[in-house]
């Protein structure tokens, strides 16, 4: 089994969920960084192009664009309150769209698949720093559970796949990303747009900044272009199944900028 692209080819990448906040990022590095390499083909898929939760119309558009490698973004996604109150929906319809683009993947003989999981996905109670060891060493946070585990599923797709086909499918375990096209809703965005939407609304009306919460819990972030980059790496150079953390701490960034101008030659 080998991660690693062959360079000799030219990679035909379909991003699911290519209008979506990671998706316009690569986009942008794509098309205006140089992020993509000569003869490559690049297809940004949106819920316009095919409803990923129904089959059928997942391997209809896999069969029509035959792609050599995929990133998979497409999820049902929500903030807080949304997951709470709809946590069947998150589960249901977020198996159904990983289990149908991976099949479909594989399928058309797609290469490499990596798929973006979530933070959220690693137990409630852990001890800290955690790793990607220790994704499955416990129940999620029971707010959002049902998100959790779908998206927790996905590395035991991609290990199925490797064990049954000797299919490469990874995934990469993003902290809280932020960036261009996000979504600023106070009600159903995450944590940094939601903030930034209630600073301003608060300067505007002169009343006080109120902020949910004890305060007390830590996040970390990374801007959306930052992680459109090392998707890239990750696309391109990282051979392993495992899920690896992308974070902005320095240790990643000295590891991105070690391999990133090699991985674009």
């Known amino acids: ?12 990448v379909l991003v699911t969920g290519g209008s979506g906040l990671v998706g316009r990022a690569i986009q942008q590095v794509v ?5 993509a390499k000569e003869g490559e083909e690049w297809i940004f898929l949106s819920s316009k192009d095919a409803n990923l939760m129904n089959m059928e119309e997942t391997r209809a558009v896999f069969e029509k664009h035959r792609p050599t490698h995929v990133i998979h973004l497409a999820a049902m996604v929500g903030g807080l309150f949304k997951n709470m109150k709809y946590n069947l929906d998150f589960w249901r319809n977020n198996i159904y769209i ?9 399928e ?3 290469v490499k698949v990596v798929s973006c999981l979530s933070t959220c996905i690693f137990p409630d109670k852990t001890t800290y720093p955690i790793d990607e060891t220790m994704i499955h060493n416990g129940p999620p946070h029971e707010s959002n559970f049902g998100y959790a585990y779908a998206k927790r599923m996905i590395d035991v797709h991609n290990r199925a796949y490797l ?11 993003p902290t809280n990303v932020f960036g261009p096209h996000d979504n600023f809703s ?5 944590v940094l747009p939601g903030l930034i939407h209630k600073a301003y609304i608060a300067q505007k009306e002169g009343k006080p900044l109120v902020v949910w919460g004890s305060g007390t819990p ?18 391109r150079e990282y051979p392993e199944v495992d899920p690896v953390i992308l974070s902005a701490l320095k ?8 391999n990133y101008d090699s991985a674009r030659k």
């Open 251 to 258: 240790e990643t960034c000295d590891w991105f900028v070690a």
């Open 108 to 110: 058309v003989g797609v």
């Open 218 to 235: 830590r996040r970390q972030f990374i801007y959306s272009l930052d992680l459109a980059r090392l998707f890239l790496w990750v696309l």
């Open 163 to 173: 064990q049954q086909h000797g299919r490469c499918y990874t995934a990469v375990i």
């Open 186 to 190: 106070i009600e159903d965005g995450h």
């Open 98 to 106: 990983n289990d149908n683009v991976l099949q479909a993947a594989h």
């Open 1 to 12: 089994m080998n991660g690693q692209s062959d360079h000799t080819t030219p990679l035909r």
């Open 31 to 35: 098309r205006e960084e140089g992020g």
